[in-house]
């Protein structure tokens, strides 16, 4: 086994082209720098500078020792650092409604973990009853999503619509049940949707069950479904559906924080306000009037239609 000592002026010597230089470097004097470099060579059995009056040189073996040393040295300085690390203040565990989870809410995590080196955090993507089940259980101590009701507790972050969103090219025909495209139970959103759909005599079938807004987007895109979104999660290729339709209006949602209360209740305050910046900007600038509906019209289905062009 080498010494790091003794390596570390090897290193040096071979760094600073010399002896001299080497033992300023290192501030010891130039014979303890020539007395650490024999007693490596004496240990590898090999000579590893080659000396002259003017200047060292490395030969075969000493090339070949020069980067095991280094890696030696920078794997021990790495070793000291991790150990003289204070210890772990905690972990934050988020959970995240699916339709929050994307990368203006990743870089907001990125931010409080390089603020908070000494934290872990950690996110669970999923539908806010089941996180806020979670949590009760002692699996998370903050849930991030949104809701159109309940007393529970929370800090209301911000409102935006829930809209019924389809495909741009898709129009409305009468007479068969609304296909539609939601989250599987339990969700507010479809909680909400079927319950104005049935408030409003509105006849439906569900055409597709998705667990992430991905597969409800393609769903409406397609002109497969419709689906209820909030206003800021649509995209090239979705429209509002017009109140015309016949379709019931949607509530707002909340997009709020539910916190366990435990000693990072400051650190998810902190979380929360930050989130509110990078998500409600986007909010108001996006954000159209929601479409209210008058007297329902006969009950209608998506309709293919190709384009005109």
């Known amino acids: 086994m080498f010494d790091t000592v003794l390596l570390r002026s090897f290193a040096a010597v071979v760094k600073e082209g010399g002896f001299t230089h080497a033992a300023a470097r290192l501030n010891l004097t130039q014979s303890a720098v020539s007395a650490h470099v024999r007693r490596l060579e004496s240990q590898t059995g090999r000579e590893l500078l080659a000396r002259t009056t003017r200047s060292v040189a490395l030969t075969a073996d000493g090339e070949l020792l020069l980067g095991y040393a280094r890696a030696i040295l920078a794997l021990n300085l790495d070793a000291q650092a991790q150990l003289s690390r204070g210890p772990s203040e905690g972990e934050v565990r988020v959970g995240l409604s699916e339709d929050l989870s994307n990368v203006r809410l990743m870089n907001v995590m990125q931010a409080f973990a390089v603020r908070y080196p000494r934290i872990a955090f950690s996110v669970r993507v999923g539908i806010p009853a089941d996180l806020l089940v979670a949590m009760d259980q002692g699996e998370l101590d903050v849930v991030i999503g949104g809701r159109c009701q309940g007393t529970r507790p929370g800090q209301v972050l911000w409102r935006e619509p829930l809209v019924w969103a389809g495909a741009e090219w898709a129009s409305l025909t009468h007479g068969a049940p609304v296909p539609l495209a939601l989250f599987p139970e339990p969700c507010p959103y479809r909680e909400a949707a079927l319950a104005a759909l049935a408030r409003g005599g509105v006849e439906y079938r569900i055409a597709l069950v998705a667990s992430s ?24 290729g979705l429209r509002v559906i017009p109140p015309d339709a016949g379709l019931p209006a949607l509530p707002d949602v909340e997009f709020t924080m539910f ?51």
């Open 213 to 236: 807004v991905a597969g409800l987007r393609a769903a409406a895109q397609a002109g497969f479904a419709v689906t209820p979104m909030v206003h800021t999660q649509l995209v090239n």
């Open 259 to 309: 916190a366990a209360g435990n000693s990072s209740a400051h650190i998810a305050d902190e979380l929360g306000n930050a989130i509110v910046q990078a998500f409600t900007h986007k909010v108001h600038a996006e954000q159209a009037p929601r479409p209210r509906a008058a007297t329902p019209s006969p009950r209608e289905a998506v309709q293919s239609k190709p384009n005109s062009d």
